[in-house]
Every structure is written in C-alpha cells, then in structure tokens.
C-alpha cells in the first residue's frame, strides 16, 4: 500500500509542475492542442498508478516529451503564420453586422438553434444587434454589439493579421497609411489593435501603449 501512496504522489508531483511548465489555463480556455495535451498526459500518468509493475520513468518521459511540444508548438506559431494558421486558426465569425453567416455554421456543423441557445445564455435576444459572434479557438462563442466598439487586432509581434483587417473593411494599405502617419513599422509593433478608425499598439521594445 506505502508504494502505491509514493507513486501516486510522485505523479502528482510531475503533473503539477508539467501544467506549470506550460503555462497554461483552465480546460474551458485551452486550445485544441492544449486539450489534447492535457488528454495525453492524463492517460501516460494513469499507467503507473494501475499497475505498480511499470516504472515511473515510463510515464515521466512520455509527459517531458508532451510538455516539451506544447511549449515548442507555442513558441513556433508566435514566429510563423503558416503553423500559426494550422495550430492556431482565428475564430469562426458566425454573425457579421447583424446577419447570420450560414456557410461558417455548416462548415463548424452548428445549428442555428444550437447558436441562438448560446447567444440567449449570454443575454442576447436580438441578432440584429450584434456587430460580430464568433466562435473561438476553445469551442466559447464571444458575441459583441454594434455599440462595443469592438477592437481586433491586426499585428501581433510585427505581423499583420488580414483576417481581421478584412472584417474591420480595411485593407493592408489602410494599415501601412495608418503607421506611416504614425512614423511606425510594423516590425517594431508588439500588438497593434484598432476598431477600422482608431488605433492603439505597444511596440516591441518600450511596450508602452500610446
């Protein structure tokens, strides 16, 4: 029995401090390689505390290796769009001005009932109000009213996000009119958001908001 109380412990011990590693938030916020992260690790760790005859080792390794990825896979999308898009796709946009967008509800397979039952949990009862829904990375659907003043951003470390230029109606060349009459480069931006009028950035070395 002692043995088992030790194992047991042990593993907790290293699940604590994998998930500390990671950095990461509670289940309803994580991503989708988070969550299956989190799944994997479970699994590896409840080897060892089933059958006392497998050696912790079998089970330390495999949750370094996961951990170990979620931190590179992190790392990775915040230097390159290409792994950024696949790892890391931006939010579904379900309503846009007002208006439902159908092809985005069959392409994630959600019905309308299914998004006006979410929409109502959130004191939502008319549409036509609303500037944008979407339908984000963690399965969270996040609504915003015509009068929010909702802003998105549109570079993230010095790189432009044209998927939310677009839903603003700007384009890039919006954009670099914007930082030149702000004697800005892009590359020097941290976070630039903007509402398509306004904007707002941290640059990367002060990382003081204007």
């Not at 760790?45 to 080792?57: G, N, Q």
Request: aromatic share 8%; net charge positive; proline share 5%.
């Amino acid at each position: 029995m002692f043995p088992i109380l030790i194992r047991t412990a042990l593993i907790y011990i290293i699940l604590i401090a994998s998930i500390r590693l990671t950095g990461k938030r509670q289940v309803g916020e994580m991503q989708l390689s988070e969550l299956i992260t989190a799944f994997l690790i479970s699994e590896v760790a409840a080897a060892p505390l089933s059958d006392p005859d497998i050696p912790l080792l079998y089970a330390a390794l495999p949750i370094l290796l996961l951990v170990s990825l979620e931190i590179i896979i992190s790392f990775v999308t915040t230097k390159s769009p290409l792994f950024k898009r696949f790892f890391d796709p931006p939010p579904a946009v379900l309503i846009s001005g007002g208006k439902l967008n159908l092809h985005a509800l069959e392409k994630q397979r959600l019905s309308a009932d299914e998004l006006l039952g979410s929409l109502r949990l959130k004191d939502v009862a008319d549409i036509s109000g609303l500037a944008f829904c979407f339908l984000e990375h963690n399965g969270q659907i996040s609504a915003f009213g015509k009068a929010d003043g909702l802003t998105l951003p549109v570079i993230i470390d010095g790189k432009e996000n044209p998927h939310f230029l677009k839903l603003l109606g700007r384009d890039e060349a919006w954009l670099r009119a914007r930082l030149a009459a702000e004697k800005k480069r892009k590359e020097d931006i941290f976070l630039l958001t903007t509402d398509g009028t306004q904007v707002h950035y941290i640059e990367k070395e002060k990382r003081k908001k204007k």
